[in-house]
């Protein structure tokens, strides 16, 4: 290519010089001596113009040897030697004159071909020109990839309208960009825009001024590229830390609230402790106490039961334990809470249930469970004065029970956040008698569990609510023909009781002799086997976290004894989650009893 182009150029200098020979030849009857080297000079001129350095000194050197043999008389005096130096000199200057531009014009040439395999290569930027009245006078492929134009229909075309949103247009964006590079020299262009198909995306960039050596302003420079990922990831980022936020808040809001609803009845417990040591012999003031420790015991079981349940919903640890139940039966414990709860707070309770059975395929723990939560609720946040109806039917295939109340109400907007893990609404001080905003999440979550639904209802703030839960109804069982099952008389049995905790095992042991067994008891795990060595019991009641030997390895040397086949192992622990259970069988145990114990179901497994 270079060995064409050079051939070119020397053939160019080759004419140029035989012209310049004619012309002067021609013009020898006219100027005779005069001007020898006039046509050689314009032929250097052409060919320095439209050629390289090589050819325009090969036409200046030919031009003086043509000029000086063929149009110069011999010999030649002192002035004609000027007019051939003067030839040369001011040859030589046009040609440097025009190779310094040539050179100019090739680096030029050069960098914009440069600058144009640039443009074409990147396709990850938009990398275009535009003039004063914001119209595209270049294209690269980033432009076809980021924007969806081909060239033809991108150049010489105000696509602004169609690039630019709506909403920017309305707000006169495109001109202000423009007019900001124009005034400060750039513009940054971060926002979303729009690609040819109308689709959206997020652009960042830049738009620059071009300037003249004057300063004036030629047109514009546009860099765009797709940051749409980046945005979406910068959006879910903010949005997660913005979770988290929430989240430690609502952490926060929870260890404060579990301290005060902890603290609730560790108060009256103590003041129980305390009547019970100055009552003395007083039969009714130790009466009441006791029933007060039992009522404010219940309810620390009633809040770790709750947030266990709730753990292991999350975690899908929860079974229910389905049968075929009477819907009456499950309510009435919940009846019983209503009645109890109303008259402690001066409230009225109606309740409204079927004459004939409604019969679920329940857990009927977890059923009577959710009701007793709904109607704890309604007493709570119901007013001295106020109603608390519950009633049940059976309507379209499904079991329907409603807890309504004319308590503080629910703001409509609030009807699904109060069924979030740990939402509570804003206290009126009327009304409120604390909680962690975890009942009606936990209930919810039971109630779907049986295939059913748990609403709220509300017409706002002071005008009551209703809570109602939907589960399927089921067939009828068949009656059972078999007689009355005799209960057998309680057997005296003996027992180890065994805890590290000196006050727990007395006092446990203390209500297993009252009830008529007889009871040993042990503080680590080897003292455990000794008592066991000793006194041959039939049943243990054994801790898990126990010093020196822990529960599990206990209960493992127990049941590869000689008596270790009729034995019976009783887990006591304070851990109550399904691998804890699964962890004791495992280990030997026949039972697993959680902390603090339910004494009445604790005797009725001893027996």
């Known amino acids: 290519m270079r060995r064409k182009v050079a051939r070119r150029h020397y053939t160019i200098a080759l004419v140029a010089l035989g012209i310049a020979t004619l012309a002067r030849w021609a013009a020898g009857p006219v100027v005779g001596e005069y001007l020898p080297f006039a046509a050689y000079f314009l032929a250097v001129v052409v060919v ?20 000086e043999t063929f149009f110069r008389p011999a010999p030649a005096s002192s002035d004609e030697v000027g007019v051939l130096a003067r030839f040369l000199l001011l040859g030589g200057a046009a040609v440097a004159a025009f190779e310094t531009l040539n050179f100019a014009h090739r680096r ?24 004063l009245e914001g119209r595209p006078v270049t294209w690269n492929q980033g432009v076809k990839r980021v924007l969806g134009y081909d060239q033809d229909e991108f150049i010489g075309r105000d696509v602004r309208g169609e690039i630019f949103t709506p909403e920017d247009i309305a707000l006169g964006v495109p001109d202000t960009e423009l007019a900001v590079a124009a005034r400060a020299g750039r513009a940054m262009n971060d926002r979303w825009m729009r690609r040819k198909d109308g689709t959206r995306f997020f652009a960042t960039g830049v738009t620059v001024a071009r300037r003249d050596e004057l300063g004036r302003t030629l047109g514009y420079a546009k860099i765009m590229r797709d940051q749409t990922e980046d945005k979406h990831l910068e959006e879910e980022l903010r949005e997660t830390a913005q979770r988290l936020a929430r989240a430690n808040e609502q952490q926060s809001h929870f260890l404060a609230m579990l301290s005060h609803e902890l603290r609730n009845p560790l108060a009256p417990i103590r003041n129980g402790v305390e009547i019970l040591k100055l009552s003395g012999r007083s039969a009714a003031e130790g009466s009441r106490a006791l029933d007060m420790i039992s009522r404010q015991v219940s309810q620390l079981v009633r809040l770790i039961d709750d947030l266990l349940d709730v753990n292991r919903i999350r975690g899908g640890k929860v ?18 809470i209503a009645h109890s709860q109303a008259a402690a707070n001066g409230q009225r309770v109606s309740i409204d249930l079927p004459a004939t059975a409604v019969w679920v395929e329940a857990d009927p723990t977890r059923l009577t469970q959710v ?9 709570k946040f119901t007013p001295r004065g106020g109603s608390i109806h519950l009633s049940a039917r059976a309507t379209g295939g499904s079991a329907e029970i409603r807890v309504r109340d004319t308590g503080r109400g629910i703001p409509r907007d609030r009807l699904e956040h109060i069924f979030g893990l740990f939402e509570q609404l804003e206290g009126d001080p009327g009304t409120v008698q604390g909680g962690l905003g975890i009942g009606l999440s936990l209930s919810r979550s039971l109630v779907e569990m049986h295939g059913g639904s748990l609403e709220a209802h509300s017409d706002g703030p002071g005008k009551g609510s209703e809570f109602v839960v939907r589960i399927p109804l089921s067939e009828a069982p068949a009656e059972s023909t078999g007689g009355e099952r005799v209960q057998p008389a309680a057997a005296r049995h003996k027992v180890l009781v065994v805890d590290d905790n000196l006050d727990a095992a007395e006092s446990l042991a203390t209500v297993v002799r009252l009830s008529g067994h007889d009871v040993v008891c042990a503080h680590d795990g080897e003292e455990a086997l000794e008592k066991a060595a000793q006194h041959d019991p039939d049943i243990v009641l054994l801790d898990i976290g126990l010093p020196k030997l822990d529960g599990y390895q206990v209960a493992r040397r127990l049941r590869a004894g000689a008596n270790g086949r009729g034995l019976k192992l009783i887990a006591i622990t304070g851990w109550g989650q399904e691998e804890d259970v ?9 039972r697993h009893v959680t902390k603090p114990i339910d004494y009445p179901a604790l005797l009725e497994i001893l027996g």
């Not at 079974?319 to 019983?336: F, N, Y």
């Not at 699964?582 to 145990?589: D, L, M, P, T």
């Open 371 to 379: 009701v007793s939560n709904l109607v704890h609720n309604a007493c």
């Open 48 to 67: 320095a113009w439209t050629t390289s350095l090589g050819p325009a000194v090969l036409t200046l050197v030919a031009g003086a040897v043509l000029g």
């Open 319 to 336: 079974h229910l334990r389905k049968s075929r139940v009477d819907l009456r039966e499950c309510l009435a414990e919940a009846i019983d």
């Open 582 to 590: 699964a962890k004791a069988r495992q280990a030997g145990f026949d």
């Open 108 to 131: 030029a040439d050069e960098y914009q071909a440069l600058l144009t395999t640039l443009m074409d290569q990147i396709h990850d930027y938009a990398i275009f020109l535009v003039d």
